[in-house]
């Protein structure tokens, strides 16, 4: 075989082909090309941070809450003794200034007690272990009578009010006529 330019290839030599010339390397990037590339980068950054910034805040708050929330938790059953303590007549002197004291870190701390008498029934916060009857006093399922105060921090509930219930009286039903009731048909 003869090549183009009519010489015979030496045996185990490849024939050289033409190549194309290699492309130009890019153009650097110009200084008004780097400055909005770097703008765009420290803009990606500012952002990445502040999103971080918002998260470990809101992290923060939710931890802080969840801790106040233990500690009223366990501070319920101190209430609890401290309320049976007044209904008995034993809170005076100076057991009574602590007693007072306590109730008012609780309420500056959002606790709120909820389950008094003559309430509206709401079965997502009382829990109800009985039923005193019917009444003709009340509208609506009403708390009779109060075991344990529920407890709510915010929106959650801590504890349910455990109550007694009464219930609005059912109407008797109309007198019937007065003529009595025969299988028999009227004259006619």
Not at 81 to 109: C, N, T, Y
Request: glycine letters at 8%; aromatic letters at 4%.
């Amino acid at each position: 075989m003869t090549e183009p330019n009519g010489s015979v290839p030496e045996e185990g030599v490849e024939p050289v082909e033409e190549t194309q010339p290699a492309p130009a390397p890019p153009e650097p990037p110009t200084v008004e090309q780097q400055l909005a590339e770097r703008t765009a980068d420290l803009q990606r950054l500012q952002a990445e941070y502040v999103n971080y910034k918002r998260r470990v805040d809101r992290d923060r708050e939710l931890v802080r809450a969840q801790g106040e929330t233990a500690v009223l938790q366990s501070l319920l059953t101190v209430l609890d003794d401290i309320g049976r303590a007044d209904e008995h007549g034993e809170l005076e002197g100076g057991f009574k200034a602590v007693a007072d004291a306590i109730h008012q870190l609780a309420a500056k701390h959002g606790l709120e007690p909820f389950g008094a008498k003559g309430e509206a029934f709401d079965p997502s916060v009382h829990e109800a272990v009985f039923h005193a009857g019917e009444s003709a006093e009340v509208d609506t399922t009403t708390i009779d009578s109060v075991l344990r105060i529920g407890y709510r921090h915010g929106d959650r509930v801590l504890r349910p009010a455990t109550v007694g219930v009464v219930e609005p009286a059912t109407e008797e039903p109309a007198a019937e006529s007065a003529a009595p009731l025969t299988d028999e048909a009227p004259d006619e």
